[in-house]
């Protein structure tokens, strides 16, 4: 019995540790995707309007 509790804690940790790195991994194409086409326009960064001030600043990574 306690085997079997040691491997569902043992998949649970490496179930989640898989989720996380899919997440990791999409977080970083969509990144490289963004960079990507920034090149390719030429542009410098993207403009998004703050709903507050309404005033225009460049997009942090975080968003």
Do not use: C, H, S
Not at 45 to 61: C, I, N, Q, S
């Amino acid at each position: 019995m306690p085997q079997i509790i040691l491997l569902l804690i043992i998949a649970v940790i490496a179930w989640i540790g898989y989720r996380k790195f899919i997440a990791d991994a999409e977080k970083l194409t969509r990144q490289r995707e963004r960079l990507r086409r920034q090149r390719e326009t030429g542009a410098n960064g993207t403009l998004v309007k703050d709903a507050e001030t309404g005033e225009y600043r460049l997009k942090r990574d975080d968003e």
